[in-house]
């Protein structure tokens, strides 16, 4: 009678070649498609497969329209201060916008976020902006949960299809005079759209902005290690945000791991911090687009190929402008003082402390009242002085001091925030953070003076 104990022993034993070469096949089959078929494919093909086929066809990616629009109401429905959201046509597209206090009598303030964000991340800022005027945010084309069409790959086309987009929207909500305010990539478009259209403006709001300054010299640049040198060209070919989409499940994951700090100070007005991890992945895991226009303005690790810092002095002189950075961000506030120096006239330069580069986040108490005296000075018809004596009741009060608990007088705003203490004072004192002055000087002061800083 047959041993079915030594059968099965057997069978093993003459199915393990057979598995051994199947797995040798497969593995040969993978490295060949890796380094032979995929290289022929032409690299904005692969990046449209890996972006939007090959995450579907796995069921890869944990998002939708839907969860993107429920997490949206979850964060409008927190903030007293929108009174209207809706769909905004923009050409053949359409913007989603929120309007806040509209009936509000003060100069109108437009927010523009950066790139990979949407107005959800204006959540610390439109209930304190919006109280003496009406506030307007938007996702940026190819953002959030507005359109998502096609960009050019060139720097120019690109651009503008952003400007006009813009532009397109302030006529339909029927803006005339507004502060145009723009974070990152938003402050970016925000003094491309000034460029073309100044007349609109009252007052343009730089919050630390990309895309200012010129990539380094080869002989300035940091040498990268060899595996990094091989890893950028790879690295570049991609979006932005295709590591996100490839990730898949893992994607909620790892944007858990961005900013934990950021997600606590949102949960101060949402009551739970997971709202603005679940904001932040189902806004970026949807198919690509602007971030598509975000990647044709830039060129070499991210550095813009037309940088703003060349194109500032073009701005009509007429129009005030204030920058404002995060003392702990990555971007270079020098380009803000290099501004300053190459205009003949107003240019602000603010630097708040313990603030990275969500500056309107991390700080948005100390934010709001800045971005409130700005405001207010618009109002008035008057270039931003604030008073000393609020520079020095902000520089003591702790990051997340209720600013009316610091401010108590109107007259307090009458000097800019930035200006020295006392003992400062006489070094400084023919010089003004406000008005035209030596911006070599000043550049070279901020950079040895912390305390200049808030």
């Not at 929108?82 to 929120?98: A, M, Q, T």
């Not at 964000?117 to 190819?142: C, E, H, I, Q």
């Not at 003094?191 to 300035?220: F, N």
Request: glycine content about 6%; proline content about 7%.
């Amino acid at each position: 009678m047959p041993n079915p104990v030594a059968n099965h022993s057997h069978r093993r034993a003459t199915l393990r070649p057979v598995i051994e070469q199947n797995v040798w096949e497969t593995l040969f089959v993978r490295l060949f498609l890796l380094v032979v078929v995929i290289p022929l494919i032409p690299m904005n093909m692969l990046t449209y497969i890996i972006d939007n086929y090959f995450p579907r066809f796995l069921s890869w990616r944990r998002t939708s329209r839907q969860e993107l629009e429920d997490t949206d109401t979850k964060i409008l429905d927190a903030l007293p201060c929108v009174k209207e959201r809706k769909f905004v046509p923009v050409g053949e597209d359409r913007l989603w916008s929120v309007t806040c206090n509209p009936d509000n009598t003060g100069t109108p303030i437009l927010m523009v976020h950066g790139m990979g964000g949407g107005l959800g991340l204006w959540t610390m800022n439109l209930d304190a902006l919006s109280k003496n005027r009406p506030v307007y945010a938007f996702d940026l084309l190819g953002f959030g949960r507005s359109s998502h069409p096609s960009f050019s790959s060139d720097a120019d086309e690109a651009e503008a299809k952003f400007v006009d987009s813009i532009e397109t929207y302030r006529k339909e909500m029927n803006l005339d005079k507004f502060i145009l305010l723009g974070h990152s990539l938003g402050g970016f478009l925000c003094a491309s759209y000034c460029l073309r259209y100044p007349e609109h403006v009252k007052h343009l709001i730089m919050v630390d902005p990309w895309g200012m300054d010129t990539r380094p010299s080869e002989g300035t640049r940091r040498e990268l290690p060899l595996l990094f040198k091989f890893l950028l060209p790879l690295f570049y070919a991609f979006n932005p945000l295709s590591m996100l989409r490839a990730i898949g499940p893992l994607g909620p994951v790892i944007v858990k791991k961005f900013r934990p700090g950021l997600a606590e100070t949102f949960a101060e007005k949402l009551g739970d911090p997971s709202i603005f991890h679940e904001y932040i992945y189902h806004c970026n895991a949807q198919s690509p687009s602007g971030e598509i226009g975000f990647k044709s303005l830039t060129k070499h690790m991210g550095w813009a190929k037309q940088p703003m810092l060349e194109r500032m002095t073009a701005i009509d002189p007429d129009l005030p402008i204030s920058f404002i950075y995060g003392a702990q961000s990555w971007v270079d506030r020098n380009s803000g003082w290099k501004v300053k120096q190459a205009r003949q006239s107003y240019v602000d330069v603010q630097i708040l402390r313990g603030a990275g580069h969500h500056v309107y986040a991390d700080r948005y108490n100390v934010f709001n009242s800045l971005v409130e005296s700005i405001a207010s000075s618009v109002d008035m018809g008057e270039l931003p002085d604030l008073d000393r004596r609020l520079v020095k009741r902000i520089h003591a009060a702790p990051s997340t001091a209720n600013f009316n608990s610091v401010v108590s007088e109107e007259s307090d705003f009458q000097r800019p925030m930035g200006y020295p203490d006392e003992n400062e004072e006489s070094e400084m004192k023919a010089e003004s953070d406000s008005g035209e002055g030596d911006g070599e000087n000043l550049q070279e002061k901020e950079k040895r003076k912390s305390s200049v800083s808030l």
